[in-house]
């Protein structure tokens, strides 16, 4: 294990006979001849990325021309502010959007396909361009409709929000049928890169394939044969690997204090080959807006901030959980007695269940839910429990005896969960958290397990977007861990809106 270390910082003779360690080894001319293969390789296998972000600029031209023709179109002298007709906003609209977008860079292709970042930069987008139209009109002294404020610049942000999301489903089926995907070869020691692997296998959506690695002794590399990854070569192969392998990313993994130098030399190497190195700091279930690179005496430092669970954003997020569940208990209204009506004819006992649920800080909370089992469903649990098919610390039966016919068709929907906002205008759960445990789970709670009693528990939440009940324990308590120390209030938004396609799908509901 020394010599693998070693391997890291010193020469060593690589698969064509050159040492690391020269300054006119494998690093300059080795490198130089197999740039042009690799550029001209690359440009190839991008072109999927290209034509997406072209897609993408198109569609939010369309609806950035849609939306400036209706501001022309309609008769505002007849609309609510009594406005005139200005034809030149018909143009000015889409332009200044395409604008802005680029200035905020959101067509920035690093930002597609995953997490909640492209959101908010449309998001972003769409503030900055009410500012600039309301400082242009005041600056100017120019007369412009308050319609277009107030109705189409709003509906223009939402609608570029929700074709962004149409694009990326798009993008996640094309991904799903093994279409633009991202070639990757990891690199570092062994059990970083499986590390690796098996996080990028979990999240299929993010469209990196791992096709082979480069471990510092590849003859030894036993687990990585055994999961089903080719080891293609040393640490000193790298590019000779990435042109066999057809890739267009190295992704380097976290390894000892000698790697700084090692990754200096890879970059040379493939410079100019247009291949993407992306450095994992071994910090997987960290999310991007927690880092940060702080350049210190030419050594940049990788900065980590530490999980909010207090200040003014929780305020925020609890002040917004509490008037969203009065407006939906009342919008509801109508649905909610219809399903109580239905539970009740459905046979004997009450129309909520009422159960014991652990909250913030481990203290005990009432969690309503419309009925959708028998009455006597907890004494008939210890005869069920051979056939629990869960894992961990839940039990899961599919087709669980116990449930009614009204039951199972409001489990489908997850309607049976609507009551719990009344638990969220009472301020014990709120509207996006982790999933509500039982007292006799966090009996059973590790330290890190315990972790999730954080925040406060959620109608939904990662893990009701990402499998619902066909999650294991062991995803389940990651994908709460991962909520509690990433939250923001743009990956509240982003669960809101892919519950909404979750539950109408009734993926993994029963």
Known sequence: MALAEERWFTGHPGSSGTVLGSPTGLWAPSGDAL?????????????????????????????????????VLVPLTNGPFGEQRQEWLGVLVPLLWLALAGLRNAYDPRVFGSGSEEYRRVAAVGVL???????????????????????????????????????????????????CLKRVVAVGREGAVLELVEHLNRERYAGMLVVGACVPDPETADRLVRAGVPVAGSLDDVAEVVRQMDADTVAVTSASETAALYLRRLTWQLEGSGVEVLVSPGLIEVAGPR??????????????????????????????????????????????????????????????YRQERVGLGGRLYTMYKFRSMVVDAEARLAALQTANEGEGLLFKLRHDPRVTPVGRWLRRFSLDELPQLLNVLGGAMSLVGP?????????????????????????TGLWQISG????????????????????SLALDVLILWKTAATVLGSRGAY
Request: proline fraction near 7%.
């Open 468 to 487: 619902r009940s066909d999650l294991s324990w062991e995803d389940s308590v990651r994908l709460d861990l991962r909520y509690v120390e990433n939250w």
């Open 129 to 179: 361009m009410l500012a600039t139209v309301a400082f242009v009109s005041y600056a100017l002294d120019l007369d412009l409709p308050r319609t277009l404020v107030v109705f189409c610049l709003p509906a223009l942000t939402a609608a570029v929000l929700v074709g962004r999301y149409v694009a990326r489903k798009t993008l996640h089926r094309a991904r799903s049928a093994g279409r």
């Open 291 to 352: 880092l940060h690179i702080r350049p210190f005496v030419g050594l940049p430092l990788l900065s980590v901030e530490e999980p909010e669970f207090s200040g003014w954003r929780r305020l925020v997020k609890g002040s917004i959980d509490r008037v969203a569940a009065a407006v939906l208990l009342v919008v509801a209204f109508p649905v909610l007695a219809g399903i109580a009506l239905a539970v009740r004819l459905s046979g004997p006992g009450p129309v909520l």
């Open 35 to 71: 740039v042009p293969e690799l550029r001209a390789g690359h440009r190839g296998r991008r072109r999927w990325l290209v034509r997406y972000r072209r897609s993408v600029l198109a569609l939010d031209l369309a609806i950035a021309c849609v939306v400036g023709l209706v501001t």
């Open 435 to 459: 999933r509500p445990p039982l007292p006799t789970e966090v009996e059973r709670y590790d330290s890190s397990v315990r972790r999730r009693l954080l925040v406060r528990p959620g109608l």
